[in-house]
């Protein structure tokens, strides 16, 4: 059996109003669209929902009972459109997006108590990987993305630019010695992301470099080690595994440290943008909206961000602070005390 909804709505609110014209001016329709309503839905259900006399409309048996599972359905109806109305109307309700592990651990996860506290209505669930989940189909509503962007049905949102150089730790070129050119590359040990929908089996990696801004070059290189995610092959090159093109800022804080430094001077790798996607329209949910202006007015690739943003991780580092110069006082004073005593 079809069902038109429209009808037994019409239907409820006849009997909640007491009469046609009453119904009618409710719904802002002609009496007799409203008339005629009724009488097919119970054409359509082979009996009479109504008794109709000059003075007043009454419920027939079939109509009380044909009522009574119809109110329910017209209540829960409203309440569902006016929870959606409520969503819309403000920043709230439950927001999944992914993001890389690497980008998510490093600048998003410090973001995210800013953001709760600027909006309390709505609740996160960060999921972090490489795989694409399907937006469109409402996997996730948002993804932080690095790189190109294949579905055109998606709007995204510039978020940042990285810049990739080669990159070697101070024990592998102590080891292999440093190329001094690209085309050197083929006979280093190389540490590679992994290369869309690869099995292991691909026969040519590629590195695209371009010497001082200049047009992009393809270099072969052999991957020692492929990985989906930049933070395992960061552990690897700070080992003395191999070389690896990454993004000047997430290499920042190994180059500031002394563990790693940059090879091949000169030479870069393609520009790389972070972006914010999400299915596009006039209709983009508000807490989207929010999280995606939030990120762009907060994020800000800096070696030094996790202490910028998290007061949690300012507190720590002022406290080794206070620790280092506790012992280096402790030390000062034992060293007075020896050249003392001698």
Known sequence: MSHDLNETLIFVKVVEQGSFIAAAKSLGLPKTTVSRKVQELETRLGARLLHRTTRRLGLTEAGSIYHEHCQRIARELEEAESAVSQLQSGPRGWLRFTVPYSIGITWIAPLLGQFHAQYPEIRLDMHMGNEKLDLIAGEADLA??????????????KLGSLRTQVFASPAYIERYGEPLHPEELQ???????????????????TWQLGENGGELRDFPVTPLMTANDMSALNGALVCGEGLLLTGDVMAKPFVESGMVRRVLAGWTGPEVDFNAVFAGGRLVSPKVRAFVDFLVEKLNFDANYMLAQCPAAKLAQRQQEKEDAALESSGKRILEKVTAAA
């Open 144 to 157: 932080l993305r690095v790189g190109a962007l294949p579905d055109s049905n998606l709007v995204a949102r």
């Open 187 to 205: 006979f280093h040990r190389i540490l590679a992301m992994r290369k869309p929908h690869h099995t292991g089996n691909s026969p040519r990696f």
